[in-house]
């Protein structure tokens, strides 16, 4: 038997729907994995390994935070993917944009900054090394 995907991704299913006749005006936090098609009002965010879709003839207006995104759709507010977004070519972002891995697809539109969240661990040490390398010019310059 073969199993249908509702959309090129990694997710196997879909646990919300919000259908493409329908609009939806609030707030919504959710785990496991959203997909929109029509109007969303209002901010999204999720947790730990929430995925959300925003498909083809889907438009969210408001702020979204999410560990991974699937954008085809029309996003007006910023947006937050800690770990992944990838945007179709349909895909539109008028908004800024925080992201850890990003794919666009060519035709993908993005109307704002990106700023690529750094891995803290990196961060850290890079901090360690700069550290050192101060503490080691110090010394370097102290009469003996």
């Given at each position: 038997m073969l199993k249908k995907k509702t959309m090129p991704?990694?997710?196997?299913?879909i646990d919300t729907l919000i259908g493409s006749h329908a609009?939806?005006?609030g707030e919504l936090q959710f785990e496991g994995s959203v997909r929109i098609d029509g109007l969303f009002e209002g901010n999204i965010k999720s947790s730990q390994e929430g995925t959300l879709i925003i498909s083809e003839s889907a438009e969210v207006k408001g702020e979204i935070d999410v560990p991974n995104l699937l954008l085809h759709g029309v996003v007006r507010g910023n947006i937050r993917a800690?770990?992944?977004i990838q945007i179709g070519p349909k895909g539109r972002l008028n908004g800024?944009?925080?992201y850890t891995v990003l794919s666009l697809a060519e035709g993908a539109s993005v109307n704002g900054r990106c700023n690529r969240i750094e891995d803290k661990e990196r961060i850290k040490?890079?901090?360690k090394v700069e550290q050192r390398a101060s503490e080691a010019e110090k010394s370097s310059h102290q009469p003996a």
């Amino acid at each position: 038997m073969l199993k249908k995907k509702t959309m090129p991704s990694d997710t196997g299913h879909i646990d919300t729907l919000i259908g493409s006749h329908a609009s939806f005006n609030g707030e919504l936090q959710f785990e496991g994995s959203v997909r929109i098609d029509g109007l969303f009002e209002g901010n999204i965010k999720s947790s730990q390994e929430g995925t959300l879709i925003i498909s083809e003839s889907a438009e969210v207006k408001g702020e979204i935070d999410v560990p991974n995104l699937l954008l085809h759709g029309v996003v007006r507010g910023n947006i937050r993917a800690s770990k992944s977004i990838q945007i179709g070519p349909k895909g539109r972002l008028n908004g800024d944009l925080e992201y850890t891995v990003l794919s666009l697809a060519e035709g993908a539109s993005v109307n704002g900054r990106c700023n690529r969240i750094e891995d803290k661990e990196r961060i850290k040490q890079a901090a360690k090394v700069e550290q050192r390398a101060s503490e080691a010019e110090k010394s370097s310059h102290q009469p003996a």
